[in-house]
């Protein structure tokens, strides 16, 4: 099945609807759909479509364009640095590539965003259906490494959007307001599900948090994707002025992305009690959601008293119903209940297969996600890190999750992260870098350590401690760990 | 007719669109308004013989009782869908909250 059926169908339903709004402009169903088959006729002969610019109307128009075309849509992070985007639109040339100021590379052809929406006759030809078609190549975060080019296909992505959503379930009035970059899968999945539900999108090309309480306000949005420092920060925003949130139209926030801190969602129920919450974990190789914390989780972790129902907070939910989820043990064994190991999951949605190394996927079709993480007894997953960013210490597996847990309940911390430096006794020993709550008044080093030894044991004991003024994240909140183990290594 | 999974369906009375999500091996007799689908949209469309019910509903998931099969409805129309005579029904789906 093609994505474009997606579209096919709302601009057949709900022709005169309103789909997208982004600054003055805004486009109906029919509108889009209009402008989706008019760039559809300039792709003749393309390959690739490639996406460099902030999110836009041009955003949607050209990933249905490549799916009625069957080609290859590539959104790419127009944020990194020159040499980066020339050496990604290197791997995606032969393409043609939607920009206003891209580098000039060999084999890339570049129309405008303007040149998207200029008018030329329909292109009349079908969508093909072939199995196995690639819909979307996501370039990964690359926290780690090289970002690799992960592979969805138009089945993996139906099979999420047919399992997740019933088709023109949003009202009339329903609108969301998308602040997520075009090119994270988020910002895929927001463009998927909206038009599918039949909700209109809200566009927020750059986020900051004024912006996205004004837009909000504005158009009456009734619903949002946001990231965790995202949150926290309309949090800060609106608390240091001393306003309230004056939001009546918003219904819904769902988040994800990264590890939401405990403080920050119970912070946010409080202020904003007539907002449901859903946490959302995803992967971009599993096509987006694979598990939810749903509002009435939500609502039932914060009223109990029993300490296991109200540590659920801080999980990802359960997995949806289409999907799976495993956990093992280093010996690739299923861990029971309470035991932590390595996630796997399996589904239609999960691709798991990149450009270059092909599929992850196990003769059973399990993915290995790569974090780490249990379920408890009711199938709530909690997570706890990348596989990647374990500490290695003497043998023993240490997870950066729990000291930071421990250390973040310090009054004079504000923002912790634990990380394995080189220890020629233990091969690998903790190293912690600090934001203190005041940067004139330090922590002492001696009492972060006995916090640690106090709360959990010595071997958690950091070895180093650094302090920072900030930690250094991307832009939707992951933390650049690579970066961190580097400060300690110099 | 033997079908598969991705098969678009077109009814020969109405305007009703189907497209096969997961079906059974075995040969099977998929109508719409009494008549059998077909794989290509018709010209001219035939009178409805059976006008029971309520039609098909644009976005709805259809299936047989014992959910061996699975058609998503990408147009509505005034027919009903069967297979092998009996009337398929509309998928009840759990409504998950919005993650996107």
Not at chain 1, 148 to 166: F, V, W
Not at chain 1, 405 to 410: A, F, K, S, Y
Not at chain 1, 461 to 467: D, G, Q, R
Request: net charge negative; proline share 5%; aromatic share 6%.
């Amino acid at each position: 099945m093609n994505i474009h059926l997606i579209l096919q169908m709302a601009a057949d339903s709900m022709p005169d609807r309103e789909a997208v709004i982004c600054g003055s402009q805004r486009l109906t169903y029919q509108d889009l759909s209009d402008a989706v088959n008019s760039l559809a006729n300039k792709l003749e002969g393309a390959k690739k479509l490639a996406y460099l610019a902030e999110t836009g109307t041009a955003a949607p128009v050209a990933m249905f364009a490549a799916a009625l075309r069957g080609i290859p849509y590539v959104p790419i992070n127009y944020r990194l640095a020159e040499d980066q985007i020339t050496s990604l639109l290197e791997r995606v040339s032969p393409a043609l590539l939607i920009s206003d100021d891209a580098p000039e590379v060999k084999g890339i052809t570049k129309i405008s965003q303007v040149q998207v929406f200029s008018h030329v006759t329909s292109w009349d030809g079908f969508a093909p259906d072939e199995e196995g078609n690639i819909a979307i190549e996501l370039f990964t975060s690359g926290t780690t490494g090289d970002p690799k080019s992960a592979i969805l296909r138009h089945d993996n992505l139906m099979a999420y959007i047919l399992g997740t959503i019933e088709f023109m379930s949003a009202e009339q009035s329903q609108s969301t307001l998308v602040s997520v970059p075009p090119y994270h899968i988020a910002g895929i999945s927001a463009i998927l599900s909206s038009v599918y539900a039949g909700r209109r999108m809200v566009q927020l090309p750059n986020f900051s948090p004024e912006a996205w309480l004004k837009l909000a306000k504005q158009e009456n949005v009734s619903q949002a994707f946001l990231v965790p420092t995202m949150l926290q920060r309309i949090i800060e925003y609106t608390t240091s002025n001393n306003e309230t949130f004056d939001l009546p139209a918003m219904q819904a926030i769902a988040y994800g992305g990264g590890k939401m801190p405990h403080s920050v969602i119970e912070q946010a129920m409080t202020l904003m009690p007539h907002v449901n919450f859903t946490n959302a974990y995803g992967l971009t190789e599993t096509s987006s959601t694979i598990c939810l914390l749903d509002p009435d989780d939500h609502h039932d972790a914060i009223q109990s008293g029993d300490p296991a129902v109200r540590a659920r907070l801080s999980s990802v939910g359960r997995p949806l119903p289409a999907v799976e989820v495993e956990i093992r043990d280093d010996d690739n064994v299923p861990c029971g209940a309470g035991e932590a190991g390595y996630v796997f999951v399996r589904g239609e949605q999960v691709s798991g297969e990149y450009h270059g190394s092909g599929s992850l996927l196990d003769e059973n079709g399990w993915f290995p996600t790569r974090d780490r993480g249990y379920l408890d007894d009711a199938g709530y997953l909690f997570l706890d890190g990348r596989a990647d960013d374990v500490i290695v210490r003497g043998g023993e597996n240490i997870s950066p999750g729990e000291i930071e847990d421990v250390l973040i309940e310090m009054s004079d911390i504000k923002d912790v992260a634990a990380v394995a430096v080189a220890d020629d006794e233990w091969g690998e020993a903790v190293g912690v870098v600090i934001v203190p709550a005041d940067m004139t008044t330090l922590p002492e080093i001696e009492a972060i350590k006995s916090h640690v030894k106090n709360q959990l044991r010595s071997s958690r004991v950091p070895t180093k401690v650094k302090f920072m003024e900030e930690l250094p994240y991307n832009e939707t909140g992951k933390l650049l760990r690579r970066v961190l183990r580097d400060v300690f290594s110099t | 007719m033997q079908i598969k999974a991705g098969t678009k369906l077109f009814s020969a009375v109405c305007d009703t669109q189907i497209m096969v999500l997961r079906v059974p091996k075995d040969d099977l007799d998929v109508t719409c308004g009494g008549l059998p689908m077909q794989t290509e949209e018709a010209a001219e469309k035939s009178l409805i013989s059976d006008n029971a019910g309520e039609g098909s509903l644009v976005g709805k998931r259809y299936v047989d009782k014992a959910e061996t099969m699975e058609f998503l409805c990408t147009r509505g129309g005034e027919g009903n869908i069967s297979v092998n005579g009996v009337a398929l029904e509309i998928k009840q789906a759990k409504r998950l909250p919005s993650s996107d």
